[in-house]
């Protein structure tokens, strides 16, 4: 299991962590697993800058309760995402962006990818609520795969 993740983090991060844009994205997806559906919906998750996790809140009172939740928060950020998540978390008080609809079930169970990835690509695809995001992670693994396979670096 240690091993497994530890190909999975190494994983994560050649795949997502050079480009700030690929991680926080990584990030965002991984939070409504991470803080469930409720809190999800209450918040957003706004920027990922030097280990600091910037989510803007309703109110004070959000502000207050995902403040007493955070270590919990972040140690479950640290559990699906790697050593790619966050160390802190910042919080932002104002009106939060309506979230998209949710994908339907179907779309959200069964990960698509080429039967050749490994199941460990597989198995961190799953995570990814987000179809578009989970689309892309495996594409970009794929690719990845592949040409570590031919010794290629281009």
């Known amino acids: 299991m240690a091993l497994e993740r530890l190909i999975t983090t190494s994983l994560a991060r050649r795949l997502f962590g050079a ?3 690929r991680t926080l ?6 939070w409504p697993r991470a803080v469930g559906a409720d809190v999800a919906r209450r918040t ?3 920027a990922l800058d030097d280990g600091t ?5 309703p109110d004070a009172r959000w502000r207050k309760e995902l403040h ?21 978390m ?5 009106p939060v962006a309506v979230p998209p609809a949710p994908a339907p079930e179907a779309a959200r169970t069964a990960p698509s990818g080429p039967p050749e990835l490994p199941d460990e690509v597989l198995a961190g695809a799953a ?7 989970r689309r892309h992670f495996l594409e970009v693994a794929a690719r990845y795969l592949e040409r570590s396979k031919g010794g290629s670096h281009a």
Request: charged content about 35%; hydrophobic content about 50%.
């Open 90 to 94: 910042g919080f932002v008080e104002g």
């Open 19 to 21: 480009v700030p844009a």
């Open 127 to 133: 995570v990814l609520e987000d179809p578009e995001m």
């Open 68 to 88: 007493r939740m955070q270590r919990d928060i972040l140690w479950r950020l640290r559990e699906i995402v790697g050593d790619l998540a966050p160390r802190r």
């Open 25 to 30: 994205a990584l990030v965002r997806a991984a």
């Open 53 to 57: 996790l910037r989510i803007r809140v």
């Open 44 to 46: 957003e998750v706004l």
